[in-house]
């Protein structure tokens, strides 16, 4: 029998993470084995003496901040899921860093792309330092393996509510650090960032995805005018860094034309739309003759037509050699492969005869595409398109910083997004998840987004627009940012079902979304399990809901997931891929017989692991259900593991 406290387990470790990937390098007591590590590595690659990092004040709390286990519970909107009960997408109100740890077990490498806007600590848009975790310097000191005058400065720093870079760096270290869990092996993160902190968080990206997986650094023009900050240059852009999960896996998508003069250079055949690609002449070091010796020969031309042959016959007189300055090259194409492919080549004349051309497809669709530039340069991509969208969209001005929704569906693009994840931990007014539902709308994909965003009040001073809005239009009394975030998300759905409703497949696009906010753990969560046995405190205060919510996602379970409730013999337990759950008091051994009954009798019903509430089954009651189950292991039956959580 298993005993475990949500409040003491962190994310995965990287040594745990060594131990799925290597464990031959670990002894019986899970003890990590350098030497014999370092040994058949030295064998097998050359080991740098060299190293880089970046430092400063705040980077040991930083690193303790990211393996700190949660400190909250995950609460469902019962009454708002159960009207988007099909929905596959997330809304998650709350602490950022608090939610991705939640996600972790039940998303990790299950991300294929994450899009933020952070803070960019400007000095004008209220970002400073601090969290709720308060540590004493004898705490941190053990925590973090640093002595305990450095561990006082670095809490002088923290409490301090600084908005140094040290500070921003401290704050998004964690943050970033466990994304990168998330994603997938194809996957890939996008950050908006302006000169601020664009340095900085190249650096610390560096760090946390490696130097090797940087992408690229986009320049955004946003502001065509340019903004005016009194420094002597007008200000037209800001930046997006992207770095893959793994470079080698990762590969980019394509954008769709949208500019007449682009369209102009594609044509229609039978097979769709294509335009001039390459020359079929090879080049480079391996392109002469000699090299390639089966790959010269003949190519006769239809002066009239603009066929080819590769026999001789009446009209294709016209003899093509593939010869460059004089020079006897070869054809990227073998005989068989021109005759398979005769559609796909373009004949075209030229000064002096012929030369033939690959026609290039559209990767997109059946459109025409384009790939993407480092700069983007579009009106559609400026403050100016985002904001006319927002007054549009709410009758008034309610969000004043909100990314254009053109520029994130072509991030969602590039990042090649199929029917998988999107996550922004920085929501905001909700522009990720309108852009995931205006794709899916466009081509009828399947992309689902996972949106997180604090419940920032709205000054109603600094954003009377938007306090009014919140606190008279949506009747909410303690106006939040969270509140127009999901606002956002309603109207854009609704929005977007009328624009296409002639689309055949409208009907079954995802313009859903399943609510859950974070809740503080009770304290009895954060006592020792030695206090806690054979008391009875939890029954009473315990959020059922927010219980079961966080144990399914902690054991693996995506939150759109609905637990099924299962009656046995009047107790009720509840159930989702091989997972049982037993959370309330009053537990029997009758309710005991009654699950192994249905285990025997049900091939639906294969618990491979049973929990139970730890705060309302006594010891007594815990010993016999680990006796009986234990009992009903020494079948020939697959194995049942028995855990009490606290």
Excluded at 13 to 35: A, Q, T, V
Excluded at 94 to 123: C, F, Q, S, W
Excluded at 168 to 179: D, E, H, Q
Excluded at 330 to 349: P, Q
Aim: hydrophobic share 35%; glycine share 6%; with cysteine.
């Amino acid at each position: 029998m298993k005993k475990e406290k949500l409040s003491e387990i962190g994310i995965p470790s990287k040594i745990e993470e060594l131990k799925k990937l290597f464990p031959e390098y670990f002894d019986k007591e899970g003890k990590f084995l350098i030497e014999k590590f370092k040994e058949d590595i030295q064998n097998q690659t050359d080991i740098s003496k060299e190293t880089y990092s970046l430092e400063w004040l705040g980077k040991s709390y930083a690193k303790v901040l990211a393996n700190e286990p949660v400190r909250t519970l995950l609460r469902e909107n019962k009454e708002w899921n159960a009207k988007n009960n099909n929905s596959q997408n997330v809304l998650i109100k709350g602490d950022n860093l608090e939610v991705l740890k939640h996600l972790v077990n039940a998303y990790e490498r299950d991300v294929k792309m994450i899009y933020i806007d952070p803070p960019y600590n400007t000095g004008n848009d209220g970002f400073v330092y601090e969290d709720d975790i308060k540590f004493t310097p004898d705490e941190l000191s053990k925590l973090a393996g640093i002595d305990i005058e450095k561990a006082k400065r670095i809490l002088d720093f923290v409490n301090s509510k600084s908005n140094s870079h040290s500070a921003w760096l401290t704050f998004m270290y964690p943050r970033l650090y466990i994304a990168r869990r998330l994603l997938k092996d194809d996957g890939v993160i996008f950050v908006s960032i302006d000169d601020n902190e664009v340095a900085q968080l190249r650096l610390l990206m560096d760090e946390i995805f490696g130097e090797e997986n940087f992408l690229y650094q986009l320049t955004i023009v946003n502001n065509l005018n340019g903004n005016d900050n009194s420094s002597g240059m007008m200000e037209t852009h800001e930046y997006c860094l992207i770095y893959a999960k793994n470079k080698d896996n990762f590969e980019f998508g394509v954008l769709p034309i949208d500019d007449e003069k682009e369209l102009e250079k594609w044509q229609i055949d039978k097979k769709g739309y294509y335009k001039e690609g390459g020359s079929l002449k090879a080049t480079g070091v391996n392109a002469p003759r000699e090299k390639r010796p089966n790959l010269f020969f003949p190519i006769y031309i239809n002066k009239e037509s603009l066929d080819f042959s590769l026999e001789k016959k009446d009209g294709y007189d016209y003899e093509l050699l593939p010869i460059t300055d004089g020079k006897e090259m070869s054809w990227y194409w073998s005989k068989e492969k021109f005759l398979r492919d005769k559609d796909e080549v373009i004949v075209k004349k030229t000064r002096d005869g012929f030369s033939l051309y690959k026609k290039q497809r559209p990767s997109l669709g059946d459109l025409p595409s384009k790939r993407g530039k480092t700069t983007f340069y579009s009106p559609k991509y400026s403050m100016a398109n985002s904001n006319a969208y927002i007054k549009k969209l709410f009758n008034e001005k309610v969000f004043d910083y909100s990314k254009p929704i053109e520029l994130i569906k072509d991030f969602v693009r590039l990042g090649n997004v199929g029917d998988e994840y999107v996550l922004d931990f920085f929501a905001g007014s909700g522009t990720t998840g309108d852009a995931v539902m205006q794709l899916n709308a466009e081509d009828g994909g399947d992309r689902k987004f996972i949106l997180v965003q604090l419940p920032e009040p709205i000054d109603p001073k600094k954003s009377k627009t938007a306090y009014d809005f919140v606190k008279n239009e949506l009747k909410i009394e303690n106006p939040t940012i969270f509140d127009i975030t999901k606002e956002r998300l309603i109207r854009a759905a609704k929005k977007i079902k009328e624009e296409n409703k002639d689309k055949e497949w409208i009907d079954k696009i995802d313009l859903g979304f399943k609510e859950f906010e974070t809740i503080p753990m009770p304290e009895e969560n954060l006592k020792d399990i030695e206090e806690l046995e054979d008391v009875d405190l939890f029954r009473e205060i315990t959020d059922k809901n927010a219980l079961l919510t966080t144990w399914k996602v902690f054991d693996g379970i995506k939150l759109h997931k609905d637990l099924k409730e299962i009656d046995f013999n009047g107790y009720k337990g509840y159930y989702l891929e091989n997972k049982l759950y037993l959370v309330d008091g009053g537990f029997r051994l009758d309710n005991l017989a009654a699950i192994l009954e249905r285990i025997d009798k049900d091939s639906e019903f294969l618990p491979s692991k049973i929990v139970i509430n730890g705060y309302v089954f006594d010891s007594k009651t815990q010993r016999e259900i680990y006796e009986s189950i234990n009992n009903y292991n020494k079948k020939d039956l697959d194995k049942i593991e028995l855990i009490v959580r606290y």
